[in-house]
């Protein structure tokens, strides 16, 4: 029934009817999300920054949604909402807050570090107003079928051949079991 | 009332890349520069998932979950490393890690 709803919206954006989330989401979540993404780098507290930073991801996987990326935003969900910002709280309880709390939040070159992130804010401002023709107004029409179920046969191929992205897949396997290794000896009292 | 174009998705991302970019240079706390990271992280994700959308395949979603799985892993890394530290120097601070400068 999922499948069915999902080729139906699919053929209602390929038939070009207006798609139902309108501008206004847009700039609600990239409001959200702008802002929390300041909240995250000037408070104090690390256990707010990482609850702003939950904010922020959320906010991305409502622009995901729009760009009609769903397994994508379920991944943002799962993996980053779910997983990654609660190894941060972890490890936000372990190391102590009291102390850093009280201490100066930046560096104290941090006027440079300011200045280069202006450059490069106005480097992207000069790539974009110069660059607009590269970007066309209208996305092009998506495939045909779920978007999760295009995504498997690209990861995991189709009728016994191998997909285009197969071997990426196993050496990200891969990647991730020697990084579960590395953080539990780095994290052992003695090796 | 203007459409979303995918240029109003790319001048979102640049907007949280330079944020990131701005956490990762001025903050002395480790965790917050490592969220930081996520945050960048995060804009490429926005950037290959509205150039997906743009061209009408789905690589870039591809590239977005294999970048995932990597922001996993250093994240599981980096955390490591930061609790080594803590329990050596009893500090989170940046610019108070400084074994290997000379």
């Not at chain 2, 480790?30 to 992280?41: A, G, H, P, Y």
């Amino acid at each position: 029934m999922n499948l069915a709803m999902n080729s139906a919206l699919n053929s209602t954006i390929n038939s070009g009817m207006a798609p139902v989330a309108t501008p206004w989401f847009f700039y609600v979540l990239a409001g959200v999300a702008v802002i929390s993404g300041v909240l995250v780098i000037t408070r104090r507290n690390a256990v707010h920054a990482a609850l702003a930073l939950i904010v922020t991801l959320l906010a991305v996987t409502g622009l995901y949604l729009m760009l009609y990326a769903p397994f994508v935003a379920g991944v943002q969900i799962i993996v980053y909402a779910g997983g990654i910002m609660v190894l941060f709280l972890f490890v936000i309880m372990l190391v102590n807050i009291d102390r850093s709390s009280k201490e100066r939040r930046f560096n104290r070159i941090w006027a440079v570090g300011l200045g280069a992130a202006c450059a490069l804010l106005a480097l992207f401002v000069f790539a974009f107003t110069k660059g607009k023709a590269l970007f066309p107004d209208r996305g092009m029409p998506l495939a045909e079928g779920s978007n999760t179920q295009e995504i498997a046969k690209m990861l995991y191929g189709e009728a016994g051949r191998m997909g285009q992205y197969t071997f990426a897949f196993e050496i990200a396997s891969l990647l991730l079991l020697v990084a579960i290794l590395g953080a539990v000896i780095m994290t052992k009292k003695k090796i | 009332m203007v459409p979303i174009t995918t240029l109003h998705y790319l001048v979102v991302a640049a907007a949280l890349f330079v944020l990131g970019v701005i956490g990762v240079l001025i903050r002395r706390n480790v965790v917050i520069v490592l969220m930081s990271i996520e945050l960048i992280l995060n804009a490429v994700n926005l950037n290959l998932v509205a150039f997906s959308r743009m061209w009408g395949n789905l690589h870039g979603q591809l590239f977005a979950i294999f970048i995932v799985v990597d922001a996993a892993a250093e994240a599981a890394v980096g955390l490591g490393i930061l609790i080594a530290f803590f329990r050596n120097k009893e500090t989170v601070n940046v610019d108070e890690i400084d074994l290997l400068k000379w």
